[in-house]
């Protein structure tokens, strides 16, 4: 499945994360399912896998920047859907305030690898400013692989206005390698109960029945899952240096 993002287009989005259990999920679902498009990217009502590597500094710059609320941040990650080698994508998502904006770059697998193995030169020869960023901050700030983050996601829109509703289930962080195409990774539940993350994005309009339609139960998600999937490699592999 080739993945393409409805909303490319689009900058600037808000975005409000919960963590729904799994009764909760299973009633919202029924709900969104019943109102909202299917994403064209879902081959089926399972939805589709994605597999991110997040990238930090030596001083674990977007760590520390996320988990004490800095209003203007950076999170740098290469995506996979299904575990598709195909077609891999170079993004940064940036928070300005309370606005998502996101840039990404198609690299190969190859440079995929380079990446991996310490070689971001790899990344020059792209025209794109997001390349040349990266490879620009591995230089200056030591910006490498941090941690894998894995689930399943379902995915709906409103076509009429910039709403994507996703759940995000099987949540999980890689535990033994940082390349997310090695054979023997390992991945280990972030949340033992089934917990599922509910995702609104929307731009500058919120219809007042999507909002209703979307009222739950869930506590409001504080940190993403690059933090979650940190933690979780703090508290059981390793420590933050």
Not at 24 to 31: A, F, I
Not at 92 to 109: L, Q, Y
């Amino acid at each position: 499945m080739r993945y393409q993002n409805p909303y490319a287009d689009r900058s600037k989005r808000h975005e409000i994360k919960t963590v729904l259990t799994y009764p909760q999920y299973m009633e919202l679902r029924t709900r969104v399912a019943g109102i909202l498009t299917p994403d064209p990217n879902m081959p089926g009502p399972e939805g589709y896998r994605i597999q991110s590597v997040y990238f930090d500094t030596l001083k674990h710059d977007s760590y520390y920047e996320k988990d004490s609320g800095v209003q203007h941040r950076n999170k740098y990650r290469i995506r996979a859907y299904n575990g598709d080698d195909s077609y891999l994508v170079l993004e940064n998502k940036e928070k300005i305030d309370d606005r998502i904006c996101k840039s990404s770059a198609v690299i190969t697998r190859a440079d995929y690898d380079a990446v991996l193995a310490g070689d971001y030169t790899a990344l020059d020869r792209y025209d794109n400013p997001l390349c040349r960023e990266v490879s620009a901050l591995h230089r200056t700030d030591g910006l490498r692989p941090e941690v894998i983050i894995e689930y399943q996601r379902e995915a709906y829109i409103h076509p009429l206005s910039m709403v994507r509703v996703t759940f995000d289930s099987l949540v999980s962080a890689g535990a033994n390698t940082l390349d997310m195409f090695d054979e023997a990774l390992v991945t280990r539940p972030l949340f033992p109960q089934r917990e599922v993350i509910l995702e609104v994005k929307y731009g500058d309009f919120y219809p007042m029945y999507l909002r209703q339609l979307l009222q739950n139960n869930g506590i409001r998600l504080a940190v993403s899952k690059f933090v979650l999937g940190c933690d979780f490699l703090r508290d059981n592999y390793i420590v933050l240096q």
